[in-house]
């Protein structure tokens, strides 16, 4: 079974990884750090597949993606080991909505970007990956994560007039 995942030119169908391992690894992690589920779910998606022996091209590891150095801030010391990457992912996702609050998408894309790149575009970064990088998490996160018949909610970016980047599930004048 597989899901969508919005884009420009319409759906990308991606593979959907087991989620049933890590539910208690997820609502430890979640409970702890005061986050829903199926936000920590919907990066886990985006972020690997719910595969905890997925290495990015830029050598980042684990469910959650974490890279070597920010693994090792958080204190984990085994990437691969689901419950260590889930708990270190969390508590990172944490910091950066502390970090934005009331914005998760800049939090979302300081946990792809960096919080640098955030900080200093005062925004979502203009790098495409970033971009479709915080339009999957929202999506999936709209999404029913364990199937469902409920249709998933399309979320929309757009560009407001003084360059803010939008996201939101009304459509765009002119756009179905």
Known sequence: MGFNSGTEAGFLRLPQGDTAPYVDEIRDAAERYRLPMKLVSAVIRAESGFNPRAVSRKGAQGLMQLMPTTAATLGVRNSFD???NIEGGVRHLRSLI???????????AAYNAGEKAVVQYRGIPPYPETQDYVTKVLYF???PIEGGD???TRIYQTVAPDGTIVYTNIPPRGKP
């Open 82 to 84: 689901p419950r260590q």
């Open 98 to 108: 502390d970090r934005f609050p009331n914005n998760l998408p800049f939090a979302l």
């Open 141 to 143: 996160y709209g999404a």
């Open 150 to 152: 409920t249709p998933p």
